[in-house]
C-alpha cells in the first residue's frame, strides 16, 4: 500500500528536520510538507526532503486538507511536526490496514519525557483513547484515500479539527487504536507548565463537545515553537 505521509507546518524549523528525517528512512511512497506561512526557514528545510511542498493560509486542518489534495497514495498518514512514528510502528499500522476492515486509525500517545507527571498524563490520554474513542492529532492519524474524500477532509475549524476528524471517521466505519506508539514533543507542557496545559486540553475538549463556538476556544490555545 502506498503511504502518503502529511506534515502541516508554521515556524518549525526548529524540529523538522529531524521529523523529516525519522520520516525518510520509513521509506513512504512520498511526503507532503503544507506549510501556513513560515518564515524562519521552515520551507528551505522541507525543500531539501521532499518537492511536494504547499504553501497557503494558516491553519491546521486547511493545511492538512491543502496536503492530502495532492496526495496520490492509497493511506494519508498526517503527522505533526513535532513527532515521529517508529519503523515498527509504521509496519505495524501497514500490516493493519491492509489485512482489515478498519477504515483508519491513530496511534497510542508517548510525549517524550521522563518526567512522571507526562508519563501519567501520557497513560490517561490512551486510556481516553481506548474506552472513550477519542483521539487527538498528535497520536498521528491515518485513513484510506477514497474514505478522506469521502469525509471532504478535515472540518475548517480553527481549533478541534482532530476531535471532530476522529469522531466522524468512527460514524463511517471500523478504525484501529494502534498499541504502537506516536511519539510527540512535550515542549507545550514544558513551556505553558504540565498542570496548566492538561487543564487547558481537557477544557478546550470539553467545550468544543458541548457545542461552545470552536473560534472563541482559540484564545485558550497559544501556538508554542
Known amino acids: 500500500m502506498k503511504i502518503s505521509v ?23 511512497h512520498e511526503v507532503i510538507v503544507s506549510d501556513g506561512g513560515s518564515d524562519d526557514g521552515t520551507l528551505e528545510i522541507a525543500a531539501k526532503f521532499t518537492k511536494n511542498v504547499v504553501n497557503g493560509p494558516a491553519g491546521r486542518a486547511l493545511q492538512m486538507n491543502a496536503g492530502a489534495r495532492i496526495a496520490t497514495g492509497d493511506i494519508f498518514l498526517f503527522l505533526h511536526a513535532d513527532s515521529r512514528i517508529e519503523s515498527t510502528s509504521y509496519e505495524k499500522m501497514l500490516h493493519s490496514m491492509k489485512n482489515s ?43 484510506k484515500n477514497k ?6 477532509g478535515f472540518a475548517k475549524l480553527p481549533i478541534c479539527e482532530d ?6 471517521l468512527r460514524n463511517l466505519g471500523p478504525v484501529i487504536l494502534l498499541n504502537e506508539k506516536a511519539l510527540t514533543s512535550p515542549r507545550r507542557w514544558d513551556k505553558e507548565g504540565i498542570w496548566l496545559t492538561t487543564i487547558k486540553n481537557i477544557l478546550i475538549a470539553t467545550l468544543f463537545k458541548l457545542g461552545f463556538p470552536p473560534r472563541s476556544l ?6 508554542v515553537r
Not at 477519542?134 to 498521528?140: E, F, N, P, R, T
Not at 474514505?147 to 471532504?152: D, L, V
Not at 482559540?218 to 501556538?223: D, G, N, R, S
Request: overall charge positive; charged content about 20%; proline content about 2%.
Open 147 to 152: 474514505i478522506f474524500q469521502e469525509m471532504n
Open 101 to 143: 476492515e478498519e477504515i483508519g486509525g491513530a496511534f497510542s500517545l508517548c510525549i517524550v519525557s521522563d518526567k512522571w507527571s507526562l508519563r501519567l498524563i501520557t497513560r490517561l490520554a490512551n486510556l481516553r483513547s481506548k474506552y472513550l474513542g477519542m483521539a487527538y492529532g498528535d497520536q498521528a492519524f491515518f485513513v
Open 218 to 223: 482559540t484564545k485558550w490555545h497559544q501556538i
Open 6 to 28: 502529511i506534515v502541516p507546518t508554521l515556524n518549525e524549523a526548529k524540529c523538522l528536520g529531524e521529523t523529516l528525517t525519522y520520516i525518510q528512512k520509513l521509506s513512504p
Open 163 to 168: 476531535i471532530d476528524f476522529f469522531k466522524r
